[in-house]
C-alpha cells in the first residue's frame, strides 16, 4: 500500500488539533474504517488524544516525532525536484 505524509492522520494534526469530520475532509482518498484504525494506533502508541467536543490533537510525543520527522520532509521535498545542469 502506497502511503505519504499526507495520508497520515497525526500529520495533519501537526498544526493543531482538529475533529473526525475535518480530518477525514483533509485525507479525502483514506476511507473512514482506515481513519479510524490509524487514530485508535496513534492513541494506542500515545501520539495522539482525544478531547470530547474538541477532536484530535497529536500529544507532546506526537508533537516531538512530528518535529524530528519534518526535516526529513523536507528534504525528501528537495529531492523530488528536478535536477538542474551541472555549470
Avoid: F, K, N
Amino acid at each position: 500500500m502506497h502511503t505519504s505524509l499526507r495520508e497520515h492522520a497525526s500529520w495533519e494534526l501537526r498544526d493543531g488539533g482538529l475533529t473526525y469530520r475535518e480530518l477525514a475532509a483533509r485525507i479525502p482518498d483514506m476511507s473512514t474504517s482506515v481513519l479510524t484504525d490509524r487514530l485508535r494506533e496513534l492513541r494506542a502508541a500515545a501520539l495522539a488524544e482525544h478531547e470530547r467536543g474538541t477532536g484530535y490533537r497529536l500529544s507532546s510525543h506526537g508533537r516531538d516525532l512530528v518535529a524530528l520527522l519534518e526535516p526529513l520532509r523536507e528534504w525528501a521535498a528537495q529531492c523530488r525536484e528536478p535536477a538542474s545542469d551541472p555549470p
